[in-house]
Nanobody
Framework: QVRLVESGGGLVQAGGSLTLSCAAS????????MGWFRQAPGKQREMVAT???????NYIDSVKGRFTISRDNAKNTVYLQMNSLKPEDTAVYYC????????????WGQGTQVTVSS
């Protein structure tokens, strides 16, 4: 089973930056579309950004121009560069496979907390 380990979160002031990393196990990583997701207290988990095996990216409107997703298939790692952070970006961030039914996934890593102060 693929295991996912997220890291890089922290506490930053509004306008600051963070880079999240997600290390994945398994030999099929390079063939899988991946995504970053987040869940704020009291809210549903949402998909934030996705990247195909070939590097095509997609973002939700609220992070376009501020976040950048990338991947290093040789390292089995996906990244999320987050700039111009806003308090509403505060959430636990997770990575996982990019699939439409992600809310039904049984497995999630521990996530990494991002807190943006105003």
């Amino acid at each position: 089973q693929v295991r996912l380990v997220e890291s890089g979160g922290g506490l930053v002031q509004a306008g600051g930056s963070l880079t999240l990393s997600c290390a994945a196990s398994g030999s099929s990583f390079r063939l899988i579309a991946m995504g970053w997701f987040r869940q704020a207290p009291g809210k549903q988990r949402e998909m934030v950004a996705t990247i195909t095996p070939g590097g095509t990216t997609n973002y939700i409107d609220s992070v376009k121009g501020r976040f950048t997703i990338s991947r290093d298939n040789a390292k089995n790692t996906v990244y999320l560069q987050m700039n111009s952070l806003k308090p509403e970006d505060t959430a636990v961030y997770y990575c996982n496979e990019d699939r439409w039914d992600y809310r039904q996934f049984d497995y999630w890593g521990q996530g990494t907390q991002v807190t943006v102060s105003s």
